[in-house]
C-alpha cells in the first residue's frame, strides 16, 4: 500500500489542522492506521491509531481531547483532526499502516509508511 500524507502548516498555538493521508494499492480495510511525529532531535513517537473497522481509537496522552483520528473507507483515507495546537506539538507527522489486527503503539510494527508533512505551531 501506498501512503501520502497532506494538511500540514504552520498555525498559531491554539489553531486547528486537519492531516490527511490518502493510500492506494491494497484494501484499505486490511490496515490498522496510525499516526505518529517526530520532532527535531527527538524519536519518532506515537500520536494516534485507528482499528481496521474504524471502532477502535488510540490517542497517546500528550493530545487526548485534542485530537481526533477517523478513516473513510469510500475514499481510503485517514485522518488526524488537530485542535487547540501546542508549540510543543511542531513536528514532522507521518502515517503508517499495519495488517495487523490490533493497533499498536510502536512504530516498528508498522509495515508501511507515508512521506511526512510538516506541522509548525507558533507560540
Known amino acids: 500500500v501506498q501512503l501520502q500524507a497532506s494538511g500540514g502548516g504552520l498555525v498559531q498555538a491554539g489553531g486547528s489542522l486537519r492531516l490527511s493521508c490518502a493510500a492506494s494499492?491494497?484494501?484499505?480495510?486490511?490496515?490498522?492506521m496510525g499516526w505518529f511525529r517526530q520532532a527535531p532531535g527527538k524519536e519518532r513517537e506515537f500520536v494516534a491509531g485507528?482499528?481496521?473497522?474504524?471502532?477502535?481509537?488510540y490517542n497517546a496522552d500528550s493530545v487526548q481531547g485534542r485530537f481526533t483520528i477517523s478513516r473513510d473507507t469510500a475514499k481510503n483515507t485517514v485522518y488526524l483532526q488537530m485542535n487547540n495546537l501546542k508549540p510543543e506539538d511542531t513536528a514532522v507527522y507521518a502515517c503508517?499502516?499495519?495488517?495487523?489486527?490490533?493497533?499498536?503503539?510502536?512504530?516498528?510494527?508498522?509495515?508501511?509508511w507515508g512521506q511526512g508533512t510538516q506541522v509548525t505551531v507558533s507560540s
Open positions: 503508517a499502516a499495519d495488517d495487523s489486527w490490533r493497533v499498536s503503539t510502536t512504530p516498528v510494527n508498522y509495515d508501511y
Open positions: 494499492g491494497r484494501t484499505f480495510s486490511s490496515y490498522v
Open positions: 485507528i482499528s481496521r473497522s474504524g471502532g477502535i481509537t
